[in-house]
């Protein structure tokens, strides 16, 4: 790679904030993130994860903290990014990954689980973005949020209502992010992922039904989580400067079908 290109992707000396970040595409994008030079904070429920991840990246040169943080509760949120920001600095990089799913037919459901997972899944990521956007414009720094949507968020499946409901609203609050910040310098952008191997996808994934969706998408398997490394880290960098209000998807061609 030459070195003006290398220097698009360099993320030294930025502040990356990474909800979810103990496991699955998290961590992943944690070690990305870190490998291209930036500081990350580490945000989830499992504190020995966060450990173990803060390990992993000082090992490999470089440089982590991990704070608690709980997506299902407001004042989690507000105090985690209070936190990271007043060690590091305002967040310039943020990946809104952690969520929950549910495999209930909408008929069946309670409205606890509903509850649960459209708090989780759409208003935690609305308020760790905003949090982060309002301390950008404070200080007028540009920044990048990234959204871990979904292609069931665009694609209908039974057995998943809440979670495509709350995808769907995540991919068009992407949008309306995108329209209010861009001229703060705050560029949004989602990735919507089909079946990725994590902790989350993979009873499901073992499951009848879930033979059948591998069996519906195009590559005729699951990804796995770095094969969302090229979309992130272009969008956590300046190669995407005039992206904003975008939905990269990265599905093996499951959304070329119906599932």
């Not at 979810?20 to 595409?25: E, H, L, P, R, V």
């Amino acid at each position: 790679m030459n070195s003006a290109l290398s220097k698009l992707f360099d993320l030294s000396g930025r502040h990356a904030l990474v909800t979810g970040a103990g496991s699955g595409i998290g961590r992943s994008a944690a070690l990305l993130l870190a490998a291209h030079g930036a500081t990350v904070t580490l945000c989830g429920r499992r504190v020995d994860r966060l450990q173990q991840v803060r390990s992993e990246i000082e090992r490999a040169g470089g440089r982590a903290a991990g704070v608690p943080m709980d997506v299902g509760a407001a004042a989690s949120i507000v105090s985690a990014i209070e936190s990271a920001a007043s060690s590091l600095g305002p967040v310039e990089i943020l990946v809104n990954n952690a969520g929950v799913s549910g495999h209930s037919s909408i008929a069946d459901m309670s409205e606890a689980e509903w509850d649960g997972i459209l708090d989780t899944n759409l208003k935690g990521a609305w308020l760790c973005a905003r949090e982060v956007a309002r301390r950008l414009i404070a200080v007028n720094k540009p920044g990048s949020i990234i959204n871990v949507a979904s292609v069931l968020g665009f694609v209908p499946q039974k057995g998943t209502g809440p979670y495509g409901a709350s995808k769907a609203g995540l991919l068009h609050l992407t949008r309306v992010m995108a329209n209010e910040w861009a001229r703060h310098g705050i560029r949004v952008n989602a990735i919507a992922p089909g079946y990725i191997a994590t902790d989350m996808a993979d009873e499901f994934m073992a499951s009848e039904r879930g033979r059948k969706v591998t069996a519906a998408i195009a590559q005729r398997r699951v990804g796995a989580v770095d094969e969302l490394s090229g979309a992130l880290l272009l969008l956590a960098s300046d190669a995407s400067s005039y992206m904003t209000g975008s939905t990269i998807t990265v599905d093996g061609g499951l959304s070329l079908g119906t599932i």
